[in-house]
């Protein structure tokens, strides 16, 4: 009979879970001092490189519905990070704007890709490889999702 480690360690599943929450604990380091969540980076990530998103667009950029997506976006826009108004042409679509607060983190979080980066331990070429592995697993598990 396997020990418990033995019977965790050749799980794909549980490689990527313990992988998933040691990104988490780097990011809650590396983003501390702005008092941001991970999710907060990403979608702020997301509007520094397209001011014209609706809630609708980040949920599927980020993977998120909207029960999480709402009240992380509350949080940003009470921090006057992220305004979010209806559209005039259809008051069913939010959308979302970065304030100037919200456009200076920018710059100021421009480093967090290379510290984390520095986290990994990994080389380019590694990071690349990984990469690419993990796009190519989440949309073929997407893909037989979908089936």
């Known amino acids: 009979m396997p020990t418990a480690a033995e019977a965790l360690d050749p799980m794909l599943c549980f490689a990527v879970y313990s992988v998933e929450r040691q990104f988490g604990q780097v990011y809650r380091d590396l983003l501390a001092p702005w008092q941001l969540s991970y999710t907060q980076y990403l979608a ?25 997506l709402s009240p992380l976006l509350k949080r940003l826009e009470g921090r006057g990070l992220v305004t979010r108004t209806r559209a005039a042409s259809d008051e069913r679509v939010v959308e979302l704007t970065l304030t100037d607060a919200g ?15 520095e986290r ?28």
């Open 44 to 68: 702020l990530t997301a509007l520094w490189n397209d001011e014209h998103l609706t809630v609708g667009r980040l949920g599927e950029l980020l993977g998120l519905d909207s029960g999480t």
């Open 103 to 117: 456009s200076a983190l920018r710059d100021e979080l421009a480093d967090v890709p290379r510290c984390f980066g």
């Open 120 to 147: 990994t331990g990994l080389d380019h070429d590694e990071y690349v490889q990984l990469l690419a592995l993990a796009k190519k697993l989440s949309e073929r598990m997407s893909r037989s999702n979908q089936a």
